[in-house]
């Protein structure tokens, strides 16, 4: 008798279900592209500060803009964004900067889709996770090696830069990048 009720019932049921899934992925689309937008907000001034200060006084004079002024560009773009900005790479320069396990993980599949062929500067992944009970998203993007950051990231610097980054970074492991190298990422969150 109430067979085609329960037909009806399943029918909703998987409707119901399809929208939610496609909302979802809506959602996370929509997230992904704001996340894209932080990035730019943050790695535009970022870049801008590099490449001005490394005209107007080198690379040696330019450590002293990305030291102090890269934290600082990164809390103004949080600010202005309500997002969680940073950067981090397998092999860090500031120990600050540390990937936690979530990063570890993407940071070490972004290496294994660059060897798979992927261009650093298109390789990038997002994801809804649970921190501590609470949803929120997670956004990474590879940031790849240009001939300029060689200067300071690269196998043979100038003893200047050399010695100055010596003295502020003792433990530092972000040297001996080529060109075309993913040097670390941007790392982005948003509490859901
Ligand atoms: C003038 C020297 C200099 C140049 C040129 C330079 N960097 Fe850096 N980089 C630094 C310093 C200093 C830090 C540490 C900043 C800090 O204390 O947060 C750093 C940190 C980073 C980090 C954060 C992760 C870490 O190791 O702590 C990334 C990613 C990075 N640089 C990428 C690049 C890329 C990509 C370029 C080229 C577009 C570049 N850098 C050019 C000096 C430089």
Redesign the pocket.
């Known amino acids: 008798m109430n067979k085609s009720i329960t037909l009806a019932t399943l029918a909703l049921t998987l409707s119901v279900s399809t929208v939610a899934h496609s909302a979802d992925t809506a959602d996370t689309k929509a997230l992904m592209g704001e996340a894209a937008g932080v990035v730019k907000a943050f790695g535009g001034p970022l870049?801008q500060t590099?490449v001005g200060a490394?005209k107007s006084g080198g690379?040696a004079e330019?450590?002293g803009a990305?030291?102090e002024k890269?934290?600082n560009i990164a809390k103004n773009a949080a600010q202005a964004t309500g997002w969680s900005v940073g950067?981090?790479?397998l092999?860090?320069?500031?120990p600050?900067?540390e990937a936690d396990a979530w990063e570890m993980k993407v940071l070490k599949q972004f290496d294994e889709r660059k060897a798979a062929g992927e261009k650093p500067g298109a390789i990038s992944y997002g994801e809804v996770v649970e921190m501590d009970g609470k949803k929120q998203y997670r956004f990474m993007k590879a940031?790849?090696?240009?001939e300029?950051?060689l200067?300071?990231?690269g196998k043979t610097l100038k003893p200047e830069v050399a010695a100055k980054?010596d003295g502020?970074?003792p433990d530092d492991k972000?040297r001996g990048y080529n060109v075309g190298d993913i040097?670390?990422a941007f790392t982005l969150v948003k509490d859901l």
């Not at 940031?143 to 240009?146: N, V, W, Y």
């Open positions: 870049k590099l490394m690379p330019a450590i990305c030291n890269a934290p950067r981090t790479s092999k860090l320069r500031n600050g900067n940031i790849g090696t240009a300029l950051c200067n300071c990231h980054l502020l970074y972000a040097r670390g």
